[in-house]
Antibody, heavy 119, light 111 residues
Framework: EVQLVESGGGLVQPGGSLRLSCAASGFTFSSYNMNWVRQAPGKGLEWVSY????????YYADSVKGRFTISRDNAKSSLYLQMNSLTDEDTAVYYC????????????WGQGTLVTVSS | QSVLTQPPSVSGAPGQRVTISCTGSSSNIGAGYNVHWYQQLPGTAPKLLIYGNINRPSGVPDRFSGSKSGTSASLAITGLQAEDEADYFC???????????FGGGTKLTVL
């Protein structure tokens, strides 16, 4: 069974940093491209970042470019998101999502971790 | 403002049929990119409902169906049940933005 479990969310002050993790199991993590998708409270879904299985391709939404860094450790079956210079607009539930790259969709999602940026 | 446009809400009585539209442009749906749909039950993570315009993952009831034409797509739900009350999001790829894009979401209320 595919499982994605996010962790690392919490309350952080504006301008602060946070590192999210996503532990994957039930599939060969190193063979799959992965994403982070976020959802602000009461709002829709926003794609945040993508990383290919071998880390050769990395993409970011314009809203986070230069502030967020996606990475992965295939030996640990883990996905990460380093978030710096956080603003209140980054307040959201952050989901890691497995990528079905051929058709550009997300076939499995984690339960999400809440990031709250507030003073 | 979402790249793909969905109605904010739809509603229907149990047993009825409802449809949710998803309108894009020539750089996403109209460019031939597939449309996918996700169901988000209250307080839970999104779940893949329809992929590749018309396909259902294993375990998704055949009451749910998808279609695509031109720059738009639709999700149809027949035989509405109380458990279908959720938010529904469409998603595609945009070649101008070079990113995966979502609709703003549609809240389905079962009356």
């Amino acid at each position: 069974e595919v499982q994605l479990v996010e962790s690392g969310g919490g309350l952080v002050q504006p301008g602060g940093s946070l590192r999210l993790s996503c532990a994957a199991s039930g599939f060969t993590f190193s063979s799959y491209n992965m994403n982070w998708v976020r959802q602000a409270p009461g709002k829709g879904l926003e794609w945040v970042s993508y990383i290919s299985s071998g880390v050769s391709n990395i993409y970011y939404a314009d809203s986070v470019k230069g502030r967020f860094t996606i990475s992965r450790d295939n030996a640990k079956s883990s996905l990460y998101l380093q978030m710096n210079s956080l603003t209140d607009e980054d307040t959201a539930v952050y989901y890691c999502a497995r990528d079905y790259t051929d058709l550009y969709y997300f076939d499995y999602w984690g339960q999400g971790t809440l990031v709250t940026v507030s003073s | 403002q979402s790249v793909l446009t969905q109605p904010p809400s739809v509603s229907g009585a149990p047993g009825q049929r409802v449809t949710i539209s998803c309108t894009g442009s020539s750089s996403n749906i109209g460019a031939g990119y597939n449309v996918h749909w996700y169901q988000q039950l209250p307080g839970t993570a999104p779940k893949l409902l329809i992929y590749g315009n018309i396909n259902r993952p294993s375990g998704v009831p055949d009451r749910f169906s998808g279609s695509k034409s031109g720059t738009s797509a639709s999700l149809a739900i027949t035989g509405l049940q109380a458990e279908d009350e959720a938010d529904y999001f469409c998603q595609s790829y945009d070649s101008s933005l070079s990113t995966r894009v979502f609709g703003g979401g549609t809240k389905l209320t079962v009356l």
